[in-house]
Nanobody
Framework: QVQLVESGGGLVQAGGSLRLSCTAS????????MGWFRQAPGKEREFVAT????????YYLDSVKGRFTISRDNAKNTVYLQMNSLKPEDTAIYYC?????????????????????WGQGTQVTVSS
């Protein structure tokens, strides 16, 4: 059973930066595709970014391209989400997710139900 723990959320002004971390335990981290999702109040969970187990492939939500960067350190069992130029609309609870059998197609990678393991989430609030 894989356990995921996110950290790094907080309150930041618009234009600022945050780096989220998600550390995994209980599984073979290097074999998992890792994703970040977010959920704002009253909205559905939304895909943000994903990275393949090999670190070669990444995929982003259009609205965060050029501002957010996903990366991973397989030696530390950790995936990161560097968020720059934050906007008030980025305010949400951010979740990391993992799956070892996900197909690398955008229409699959962006669907929350395709990921088996989830963290508890970390709050990101961007003030205007």
């Amino acid at each position: 059973q894989v356990q995921l723990v996110e950290s790094g959320g907080g309150l930041v002004q618009a234009g600022g930066s945050l780096r989220l971390s998600c550390t995994a335990s209980g599984g073979t981290f290097s074999s998992y595709t890792m994703g970040w999702f977010r959920q704002a109040p009253g909205k559905e969970r939304e895909f943000v970014a994903t990275i393949s187990w090999s670190m070669i492939l990444t995929y982003y939500l259009d609205s965060v391209k050029g501002r957010f960067t996903i990366s991973r350190d397989n030696a530390k069992n950790t995936v990161y989400l560097q968020m720059n130029s934050l906007k008030p609309e980025d305010t949400a609870i951010y979740y990391c997710a993992a799956d070892s059998h996900i197909t690398w197609l955008s229409q699959i990678l962006t669907r929350p139900e395709k990921y088996t393991y989830w963290g508890q989430g970390t709050q990101v609030t961007v003030s205007s």
